[in-house]
């Protein structure tokens, strides 16, 4: 029986960096993963150069940035391991970064760069404390005992691993075909720990029937727009680019907004957010000479403007003989188009997933569990960012959270 502090299960963001901090806090670590490439959610993201975090983010208002029935939660965690000290972790390691819009940060070269410095943090230093990793290692099952001391036994493919402490790093549903798998909620059930219902999120959403037939043929077609979601206060809206594809809508707006989206619910796009159409319209119906449509093609792609006008005799005329009536209802179709989304392209496409595992059952400050010795961190979490560096950034957060954590624990014992 192999024996250690702590086994992590997971080798992606969170695990590798839970494994770095608690081995420089002197902790004997094991790091499990089945999936035979290291961290491949790392490489491929922010297409291939990692949009590592994001200078914007406000540690003490996560519910600006974060979704999940308790974003909050997630404050302690990113204000005691911020964006600035992983940037500072990048700097150190000498890995060329840049920003692009947003506060969003990338690698110059390459997202290798950051697995490399993620693998550099697991050497052993000063702090005699060790990472091994078994991977690709299947996981079998784990059983806690309390007997002669609190502790939890797991079997694996490469053998049995009793450790102290338990991390769960095992991230989200999206993209099964490079090692995601719900072993995270299912862990959490075993334990009886709470969780909250998941859906894809970061992910295109899919459109059809009759409301949509005008678009169909429009993919490929991208353009700036403001995507909405929810009424009042709860209103939440983005601008970025907006693309039609063959299935329904993508792009950064849609992806952010489809963290917000639930079934049935409709959302509200603005064509022309920096345009303040009406006016505009009723203006050019007292000077110009030509169509309605032409009119048009000063603000939008000729395709789209034709998808509008062309099921709808009232706006196929002369500027000068369209009603202010029919004027008015164009520009509201235009600024507040609202659409019902069938559904989502689901986790082969999705970014992350919303929902997991019950704050309300984790300590904020370690992320233990309400068991003793078991962790969550990462994606399993129900703690989801926006596009933009966020949820990596909850990826280091919550790790070093944990790491810390487990470094108390295990010392006291
Ligand atoms: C295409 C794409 C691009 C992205 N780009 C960005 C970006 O630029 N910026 C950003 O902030 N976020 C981005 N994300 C999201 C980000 O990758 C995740 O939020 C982050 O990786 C979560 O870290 P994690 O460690 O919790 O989970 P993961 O990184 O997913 O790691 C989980 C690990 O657990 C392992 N595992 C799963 N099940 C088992 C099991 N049964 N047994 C053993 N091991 C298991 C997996 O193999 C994996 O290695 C992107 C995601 C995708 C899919």
Request: charged residues 15%.
């Amino acid at each position: 029986m192999f024996k250690t502090d702590v086994v992590i299960l997971g080798a992606g963001a969170a695990g590798l960096f839970c494994a770095g901090v608690a081995q420089q806090q002197g902790l004997k670590v094991l790091v499990i993963d089945h999936y035979p490439k290291l961290a491949e959610k790392v490489r491929i993201s922010g297409g291939g150069r990692s949009n590592f975090t994001n200078a914007q983010i406000d540690p003490q208002m996560p519910h600006r940035h974060y979704v999940g029935q308790n974003p909050q939660f997630a404050r302690s965690a990113l204000s005691r391991y911020t964006a600035q000290h992983f940037v500072d972790l990048v700097k150190s390691h000498n890995i060329a970064f840049h920003e692009k819009h947003l506060g969003q940060l990338f690698c110059d070269r390459s997202a290798e760069d950051l697995i490399q410095m993620l693998l550099k943090e697991c050497e052993t230093g000063a702090s005699c404390g060790e990472v091994q990793r078994w991977q690709p290692c299947e996981f079998h099952s784990v059983a806690y005992s309390d007997a002669p001391h609190s502790h939890y036994t797991l079997q694996t493919s490469m053998g049995s691993v009793e450790c102290q402490a338990l991390v769960v790093a095992s991230g989200g549903l999206s993209i099964p075909a490079i090692g995601a798998t719900g072993i995270g909620y299912t862990l959490a059930q075993q334990f009886s720990i709470r969780l909250t219902p998941t859906q894809p999120a970061l992910v295109p959403l899919t459109l059809g029937g009759p409301e949509w037939a005008p678009f169909d043929a429009l993919s490929g077609l991208s353009l700036k727009a403001s995507v909405s979601h929810g009424v009042a206060k709860k209103k939440i809206t983005f601008d970025d680019d907006l693309l039609i594809t063959h299935k329904g809508i993508s792009g950064p707006a849609t992806l952010q907004i489809s963290n917000y989206w639930h079934a049935g619910d409709r959302i509200q796009i603005d064509l022309l957010p920096e345009v303040d159409l009406l006016p505009q319209l009723i203006a050019l119906k007292q000077q110009s000479k030509k169509t309605l449509s032409n009119e048009l093609t000063t603000w939008l792609p000729n395709r789209l403007i034709h998808a509008w006008t062309d099921h709808n005799p009232l706006w196929q005329k002369s500027m000068a003989d369209t009603s202010q009536k029919a004027l008015e209802s164009l520009a509201l179709a235009l600024k507040q188009w609202s659409l019902l989304p069938s559904g989502t392209e689901g986790y082969k496409k999705a970014e992350v997933t919303v929902g997991g595992v019950d704050t309300r059952d984790l300590s904020q400050q370690t992320m233990e569990s309400k068991k003793k010795g078991l962790y969550f961190i990462g994606e399993v979490v129900d703690i989801t960012g926006w596009l933009g560096g966020y949820n990596f950034q909850w990826a280091w957060s919550s790790a070093h959270a944990c790491a810390m954590g487990l470094a108390n624990q295990i010392k006291r014992l």
